[in-house]
Nanobody
């Protein structure tokens, strides 16, 4: 069974930058789009960003454009989420997820993803 493991979260100050990583155990990692979602306390999980299987395209939630950058390294089975100028409202558990289907533009809806990591907590506070 494919597993995803997020790392890189923690307690940071407003204005800091952070890079989250998600390591996949899948041998077919390079064939699947990947996404990042987040869930803040008391709120529903929301889409952050997605990247196609070959990095040819990326997609961001409108509210995430500019400060969030998704990338991947297929040689290392890893997808990244770089967050700059962190704000307290970025406090959330961040999840990575693998698309249900191969070789397509990854969706921005959670139901389009079949495998999820356990999440990494990001707390932005002074």
């Amino acid at each position: 069974q494919v597993q995803l493991a997020e790392t890189g979260g923690g307690l940071v100050q407003p204005g800091d930058s952070l890079r989250l990583s998600c390591l996949s155990s899948s041998r077919a990692f390079s064939a699947y789009g990947m996404g990042w979602f987040r869930q803040a306390p008391g709120k529903e999980r929301e889409f952050v960003a997605a990247i196609s299987w070959n990095s040819s395209s990326t997609n961001y939630a409108d509210s995430m454009k500019g400060r969030f950058t998704i990338s991947r390294d297929n040689a290392k089975n890893t997808v990244f989420l770089q967050i700059s100028s962190l704000k307290p409202e970025d406090t959330a558990v961040y999840y990575c997820a693998a698309d249900r289907l191969r070789l397509r533009e990854p969706p921005n809806l959670a139901k389009g993803y079949g495998t999820w990591g356990q999440g990494t907590q990001v707390i932005v506070s002074s």
